[in-house]
């Protein structure tokens, strides 16, 4: 993610910032999750298969100075999602997924990672919408309720509000790209 995409990311979220617990998967260097620390989130989880992501992630949060408000997990995403309960939750998503993911692996890791999920936390998804043709919306799974998108040259971040089952997905309310 490019700063001036992360700058932007972080004017549209704005207070979902403060006193949050993050989950960035497929966290890389950890500059989200460095980002919102420095912000007021309350705690990061960065979650990556890379080890030498997980080594830089590491040496990015003890530089930073967040390493006690921190942890790094060097995990395949979605095995670490599926093990996800209901004693460790998170209301701020970020899903920065390799640019070779398919929408239904992206769909799949969603709908797995409820358990995790605080009601009514907010998923940030960054995707590349190059290669996605004409037709480059992200179809969310259910219980997610789109807030907006933003696009940024062949980059979209998409906001989804995690709203638990048989809600209408088709609303968007509270667009965070309109604040």
């Not at 640019?99 to 969603?110: G, M, N």
């Not at 980059?155 to 965070?176: I, M, N």
């Amino acid at each position: 993610m490019t700063d001036r995409v992360r700058e932007a990311l972080f004017s549209i979220i704005g207070s979902e910032v403060e006193g949050a617990r993050v989950l960035d998967l497929f966290g890389g260097s950890a500059s989200l999750s460095c980002e919102a620390l420095s912000r007021g989130a309350e705690w990061a989880t960065v979650v990556d298969r890379a080890s030498q992501a997980v080594e830089t992630a590491r040496a990015n949060l003890n530089l930073c100075g967040f390493a006690s408000r921190s942890e790094v997990v060097c995990s395949d995403v979605a095995r670490f999602v599926r093990r996800l309960g209901s004693d460790r939750t998170y209301n701020l998503i970020f899903v920065d997924p390799p640019y070779a993911d398919d929408d239904q692996t992206v769909r799949d890791l969603l709908a797995a990672g409820v358990a995790g999920w605080e009601g009514k936390a907010l998923v940030v998804l960054h995707r590349d919408t190059r290669s996605k043709g004409e037709d480059h919306r992200f179809g969310w799974p259910s219980g997610y309720r789109l807030e907006g998108e933003r696009i940024y040259g062949g980059t979209t971040l998409c906001f989804a509000r995690y709203v638990g089952g048989g809600h209408d997905l088709g609303e968007t309310p509270d667009d965070p790209g309109r604040r």
